[in-house]
């Protein structure tokens, strides 16, 4: 047994610790027996046509390595990276298409099991889009509402329709280096076709191509699916839950959903509750049914229900390997094809439900917005029918965590003036005066290859000590979330003196979770927000704002990180750059972006150096403001923030 350590969070390595002794392998052992290639680690392999792979390596400077073709390295490298973006935006995009057929369906009537949990956020849509919603039944507002987005993906020509809530500075970047996105479908096809053997091969315009459509992603199919979600399952509010392999109950049924897209998991989160059902699990000797969430999933029905969470990416193996997980239903996105394999060790039932990821050894599912409510049902009867297999074997390591999760935009703004006076401008203020010297997206995957979860921990803790604010979404929210860092309390302890005098003032920790991989949308609508409140920069280029994603694994990060560098956010990712063998496609994504944009991409393995960059970059961005000089525990004269007996007094 080596001492190394593979997670971060204790309770996992117990796990890992114990599938040692029982011969069971998960991504920890693999990630370390698995050597990346050097070559295509570092983007320096074209294998997009048959003439290749060409392998851009050898003692050779930089600008004579070339494909068979003559394609150097730097447009290999930024082909590369353009691919990755573009199933990245892909990805996000889909999730959010499938929302508005979601939405559609609902409106017409053609399902009775979702309905339109907040109307007041359909409205606020609808004036973005220019939809009358004066005197007219929900549903019609609906309708347009669904068809107009839907209209986000087919677009030939114009510009998506959300493009207007980024700052008009931010809007007049993209225009002046031409990477408005018409359409998402058009941009994901067109990128692909620069990529396809002979065609796009300036490295600078395969990166502005991979720009244009990360944002077609972020102001497009990734808010999409925000907002879709929140019309049809409400906003969120700030709840309190709880988090670890805790969450499963030795004596109930436990299901755990797992991926992305939130519709069939909501439907689960109502029938688990079914006095029919209840009874069924009773018949079968369970005392109740416990369902828990993972990775995104988990995100979307903890910070709307509260459901309690069994962690991220990296915990999807470890979960089965406690033994009490009687089944398992994923959907898309970030689930390891290794769960089937590892449920035929244990009882548990992998249930696939998508028509687009279907899974060899996983019982299939199909689940349809038209019969949710059957397929949910159907599914909660599968895992009843699978608890008397039950085996004794399994890790059986419980922890649990308390938190508090769910802040959208619209509560931080409530929270900052109740609902009569809601705004961004106490948050401005704060940062103004110094008492938050700056505000950090701590995002992204959990990762194997480092002690995982051990990165967004280390920086969480470090950020918040700085008198940064995080917010967090994703995986990385999980890592926190297990740790127990998203409670009020956690601020009290840990934070630098500034920051917890606001955290103490309204109640809230200092790190706050935004929700989903997708909802990192949220992450651009509130900058646009703190620019147009004035007082910082007038676009969100220039906010004392940084982007990290320290353990990033999947191609979504790439796309998620390339739409706020565009934005204006510097984004500094975790490990080394997938296109680091070029040294012009880094130039370009650091030092040319950052010119044009004011964001930028960096790759940094030290966590020690990602903090000290970031806490630079928020430093230079408050000196470019010219706002007074972070200084621990002296602050200037602010407004003073509402303050929790306030807040009593209203609504949200
Ligand atoms: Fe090699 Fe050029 Fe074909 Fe790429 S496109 S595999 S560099 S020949
Ligand atoms: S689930 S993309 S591992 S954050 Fe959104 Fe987590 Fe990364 Fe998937």
């Known amino acids: 047994m080596d001492n190394v350590v593979r997670s971060a969070n204790e309770a996992a390595e117990k796990i890992i610790e114990w599938s040692k002794g029982h011969d069971i392998q998960t991504c920890f052992d693999k990630a370390r027996k698995m050597k990346p290639c050097p070559i295509g680690a570092a983007g320096a392999c074209c294998r997009v046509c048959h003439m290749g792979p060409c392998r851009l390596i050898g003692s050779r400077a930089e600008e004579e390595a070339t494909g068979v073709c003559g394609a150097t390295l730097p447009t290999v490298a930024a082909r590369n990276f353009l691919r990755m973006v573009v199933s990245g935006a892909a990805a996000h995009s889909d999730h959010a298409r499938d929302m508005a057929f979601t939405l559609m369906a609902v409106a017409n009537g053609e399902t009775r099991d979702f309905r339109i949990a907040d109307e007041a956020k359909l409205h606020m849509v609808a004036e973005i889009l220019e939809i009358e919603v004066k005197d007219r039944p929900v549903n019609h507002v609906a309708r347009d509402v669904a068809a107009t987005l839907l209209d986000d993906f087919g677009r030939q020509k114009g510009q998506i329709n959300y493009l207007k809530r980024a700052p008009q500075k ?36 395969l990166l502005l191509s991979a720009l244009r459509v990360a944002l077609a992603d972020g102001w497009a199919g990734s808010m999409i699916s925000t907002d879709i979600s929140d019309v049809l399952f409400g906003t969120p509010r700030p709840l309190r839950g709880k988090a670890g392999f805790g969450i499963l109950k030795e004596d109930e049924v436990n299901l755990v959903v797992h991926g992305h897209e939130p519709s069939l998991a909501e439907m689960i989160v109502d029938v688990v509750d079914d006095p029919e059902l209840l009874e069924y699990a009773r018949s079968k000797g369970a005392s109740g049914i416990n369902l828990g969430g993972m990775c995104c999933t988990a995100n979307e029905v903890l910070m709307r229900h509260g459901i309690p969470t069994a962690g991220g990416f990296t915990n999807q193996e470890l979960v089965i390997l406690t033994g009490l997980v009687d089944a398992i239903i994923v959907d898309v996105q970030c689930i390891m094809p290794a769960l089937a394999e590892l449920s035929n060790r244990f009882h548990t039932k992998v249930i696939t439900t998508s028509s687009k990821a279907k899974m060899p050894g996983a019982v299939h599912a199909a689940y349809d917005e038209h019969r949710a409510r059957e397929t949910a049902m159907e599914i909660v009867r599968m895992a009843i029918d699978n608890f008397p297999n039950r085996k004794q074997e399994g890790s059986h390591v419980s922890d649990l965590n308390p938190l ?40 992204g995957c959990d990762n194997p290859r480092v002690p995982s979860q051990g990165l967004h921990r280390f920086l969480a803790r470090e950020l918040i000590m700085s008198d940064v604010l995080v917010v967090s979404t994703g995986c990385g929210s999980h890592a926190c979330q297990t740790a127990g860092y998203m409670t009020p309390e956690m601020a009290l302890e840990n934070a630098g003196p500034g920051l917890k005098e606001v955290c103490e003032a309204i109640g809230i920790p200092p790190i706050l979770h935004l929700g989903s991989c997708v909802d990192n949308s949220r992450i651009l609508t509130i900058l646009s927000a703190m620019a147009s ?8 280029g220039g906010m004392p704002g940084v982007g990290i994603a320290p353990e990033w694994m999947s191609e979504k990060a790439l796309a998620i990180g390339s739409y706020f560098a565009a934005s204006g956010v510097p984004v500094i990712f975790g490990g080394e750059s997938p296109v680091g063998a070029s040294k012009e496609v880094t130039r370009i994504m650091t030092v040319i972006w950052f010119e044009r944009f004011k964001g930028a991409l960096y790759f940094e393995p030290d966590p020690e150096k990602i903090l000290s960059m970031a806490l630079e970059f928020i430093d230079y961005a408050r000196e470019g403001l010219k706002l007074k000089k972070y200084e621990p525990g002296k602050f200037g004269v602010e407004r003073v923030l509402m303050d929790m007996a306030a807040r009593r007094e209203t609504t949200f």
């Open 404 to 443: 508090v999760a769910g802040f959208s935009q619209e509560y931080i703004e409530y929270m900052q003036g109740g609902r009569m006076r809601a705004s961004f401008r106490p948050l401005n203020d704060a940062i103004m005066v110094g008492r938050i010297r700056g505000v950090v997206g701590l995002a």
């Open 533 to 540: 409140e004035g007082g910082l920069s007038e676009e969100i």
């Open 170 to 205: 931010t809007r007049d970047r993209w225009k002046k280096w031409g990477i408005i996105p018409r359409g998402v479908d058009r941009e994901i096809c067109e990128a692909i076709h620069r990529t396809n053997m002979g065609v796009d091969h300036d490295p600078d315009n």
